[in-house]
């Protein structure tokens, strides 16, 4: 709702919290109308602009959800701007289906009157910080401080292994006896947890900062929407992901092993070439939507940009106008990569993004979760924000794929795209083998049972790093385009499933009927030749001489 000359606000607070806002709202906009607590702003008149909720104490998720509701009927097309002091039980994903426009986490003053002004003028603001997880208590005792103790320096001859491995080339006698001495360490800390009673083995510390970081990056979000129309959102996400894609440092996570294979330049270079070109792919389904364009030329229109988007990204990568020697004669590095990939091929595992952007061009709501949320909905722009990544970080590693190709004949050009380490032919060519073999891995087994199991793996971008994601929805649509020998292994597995129940009764039946028999029969029978052998003795001593008696 746009504000009018002189907006009305309520302010839903207690004690300082109340006074302080209020005070710092009427100096910095005098011609607000400010109605303070439930009550004012219950009896305020019609026409409420805002209505701002300092939530002091944490009221139950439930309680929470119900008054929010009935605030929600009150205000009608008003919005609702939720402030927390602090997060301890409201998990996110309860946060964000709360029916609030505005919601922040512990707000400076700067922030919380630019919420203000931006909720007034029509837009949304969501921001949670980051959320560490509780620490666990350590143990106490001889036993714990001996545990501690054997770990740390387990945990440091590793920590050393590793920095001295990371500087040294991996190859040579020494890498490979420092490998099997950390394989040796490893074994030796499971040994030392098992010994004193901790299983199964806690992961080193090393792990667990790494699983703390992703507990917190799961806990923030940030999202401030101008516009909430569709193409403000499109253009948000795409600066966030801009934003995304400037950040990413060095990945090590070995899922994606063409895309690492590039330099840090060269990667950040690709994702922003991929992105310039959807922009203008965006452009041209707007235009072909506001020349009622059917839907059937739009997916057309969007399947034959794919290949020609990711040849112009290869060129806008190495440039126009660069030039490199080959075999002795200098080739324009653009044309001779495009010439020779084979960027025609799609990922199978990519999902179509055109509805998706569709509905947001037509501003029609989103299918999320099985609920149709309207696109500036903080889940909706979430599920949007990871499809676009996923788009641009499959597209680029198809990419990477061609151009570790190229490199494999072309020497000179692993100097301006790849790592120094895969310099050598040994190197490059060992990780192009690693890539085809999991490539046919996938291909015949990983990606039948993922559809049939309605799994999804996307790839995000938050905070300098590429976070797989595995997503559950139906794809029985996949599932019947499958060859033959993926389907025998989706039979298989239904297989397995359908004959698991028989073949767990059937043991519980044969360890039944065991019991019974050792039990019953062995154990009767064992007992009953014990008690012979006894009765045996006992005649034997009744009848021997007494050592005082003479024959």
């Known amino acids: 709702m746009a504000p009018t000359t002189s907006p009305a606000i309520g302010l839903i607070a207690e004690g300082w919290q109340a006074d302080g806002l209020s005070r710092l709202l009427t100096q910095k906009q005098p011609e607000l109308r400010l109605f303070v607590g439930a009550k004012a702003v219950e009896q305020a008149p019609r026409g409420l602009q805002l209505l701002i909720w300092i939530l002091a104490e944490e009221l139950e998720p439930a309680q929470l959800q119900h008054e929010l509701k009935l605030w929600r009927q009150r205000l009608g097309s008003a919005p609702l701007l939720l402030v927390l002091a602090a997060r ?21 003053s700067e ?140 990945s090590n996570g070995g899922q994606l092993l063409a895309l690492e294979a590039l330099t840090n330049e060269r990667r950040a270079a690709l994702f922003e070439a991929l992105l310039s070109e959807f922009r203008q792919l965006v452009q041209r389904l707007q235009q072909s939507l506001a020349g009622s364009t059917a839907a059937g030329e739009q997916q057309n229109l969007w399947a034959d940009q794919q290949p020609l988007l990711r040849e112009r990204a290869l060129q806008a990568l190495v440039g126009a106008y660069t030039q490199l020697p080959r075999d002795g004669e200098l080739l324009p590095l653009g044309q001779a990569l495009v010439s020779g990939a084979q960027l025609q091929q799609e990922d199978p595992e990519l999902p179509d993004l055109l509805p998706s952007l569709r509905a947001l061009l037509e501003g029609r709501p989103l299918l999320v979760d099985g609920q149709l949320l309207a696109p500036d909905e903080p889940r909706a722009l979430l599920h949007l924000q990871l499809l676009l990544s996923n788009w641009v970080v499959r597209n680029a590693e198809l990419i990477a794929r061609q151009l570790l190709e190229a490199c494999s004949g072309w020497p000179e050009l692993r100097r301006t795209l790849l790592l ?53 929805e139906p794809r029985d649509g996949e599932l019947r385009q499958l060859s033959w020998w993926q389907q025998a292994i989706t039979l298989l597995l239904e297989a397995r499933d359908a004959l698991a129940p028989q073949v767990l009764l059937l043991l519980n039946r044969l360890g039944t009927l065991m019991v019974l028999l050792l039990t019953r029969v062995v154990g009767r029978a064992i007992g009953l030749i014990g008690r012979g052998i006894l009765q045996g003795l006992g005649r034997g001593l009744q009848n021997a001489p007494i050592s005082s008696e003479r024959p």
């Not at 740390?152 to 490979?176: K, M, Y």
Request: glycine content about 8%.
């Open 420 to 472: 120094p380490s895969l310099l050598p032919t040994r190197e490059l060519e060992r990780l192009r083998n690693q890539i085809n073999s999991r490539e046919r891995w996938q291909t015949l087994f990983e990606r039948p049972v993922a559809i049939y199991e309605s799994r999804r793996l996307f790839y995000g971008l938050d905070q300098g790093l590429i976070q797989p994601t595995t997503v559950l």
């Open 111 to 250: 922030a919380l009157l630019k919420a203000v002004n931006l909720l007034l003028a029509g837009g949304r603001v969501v921001q949670l910080v980051e959320v560490a997880p509780a620490p666990e208590p350590a143990p106490q005792g001889l036993g714990a401080w001996l545990l501690r103790s054997g770990l740390e320096q387990i945990d440091a001859e590793a920590e050393a292994l590793q920095q001295w491995l990371s500087r040294q080339p991996r190859q040579g006698l020494s890498a490979w006896v420092a490998a099997g001495r950390l394989r040796e360490l490893a074994m030796a800390r499971q040994v030392l947890l098992i010994l004193w009673g901790q299983h199964p083995p806690q992961p080193s510390p090393a792990v667990a900062r790494a699983e703390q970081s992703q507990q917190k990056r799961t806990g923030a979000v940030e999202i401030v929407l101008a516009d909430r129309g569709g193409l403000a959102v499109l253009q948000s996400l795409e600066e966030r992901l801009a934003l995304a894609c400037a950040a990413l440092g060095e």
């Open 88 to 108: 301890r039980r409201y998990s996110q994903e309860l946060l964000l289906r709360l029916p609030a426009e505005g919601l922040l986490e512990a707000p400076s």
